[in-house]
Nanobody, 122 residues
C-alpha cells in the first residue's frame, strides 16, 4: 500500500482556481492508479479524476474541461488543478490509490489520504 497526504485546499471565490497536491510514500507508486474523489456534506463520495502511471486520464463529466490531474512518478506526487470553480465544487477532496487498474468507484481504491477542504463562495 501507499500512504497519502493531501495539501492545498482553501477558500476561493466562484470562478477562481486552486491546486491540490498529494504526496505518496511507498516503493510501488508506479503500480497504482491515482485518483481524486470528493465528498460534500450529506452526499456520497464521488469520483473526480484519475491518472494511470502511463498517463491515461479520466474525469467526471462535471469537472471535464475545468480540472486537470497531473502526476510525477519520480517525486511520487499527484496534483489536481481546479479552474473555473463553482460553489457546487465545495467538498472535502481526497487523494486515493488503486493497485494496477482504473476504477471510478471509491470502494475499489486501496489507500486514502485524510482529505482537504475546498470551499467555493458565490
Amino acid at each position: 500500500q501507499v500512504q497519502l497526504v493531501e495539501s492545498g485546499g482553501g477558500l476561493v471565490q466562484a470562478g477562481g482556481s486552486l491546486r491540490l497536491s498529494c504526496a505518496a510514500s511507498g516503493r510501488t507508486f508506479n503500480m497504482y492508479v491515482m485518483g481524486w474523489f470528493r465528498q460534500a456534506p450529506g452526499k456520497e463520495r464521488e469520483f473526480v479524476a484519475a491518472r494511470s502511471s502511463g498517463g491515461s486520464t479520466y474525469y467526471a463529466d462535471s469537472v471535464k474541461g475545468r480540472f486537470a490531474i497531473s502526476r510525477d512518478n519520480t517525486k511520487k506526487t499527484v496534483g489536481l488543478q481546479m479552474n473555473s470553480l463553482k460553489p457546487e465544487d465545495t467538498a472535502v477532496y481526497y487523494c486515493a490509490a488503486r493497485y494496477l487498474a482504473y476504477s471510478s468507484w471509491a470502494k475499489d481504491y486501496d489507500s486514502w489520504g485524510q482529505g482537504t477542504q475546498v470551499t467555493v463562495s458565490s
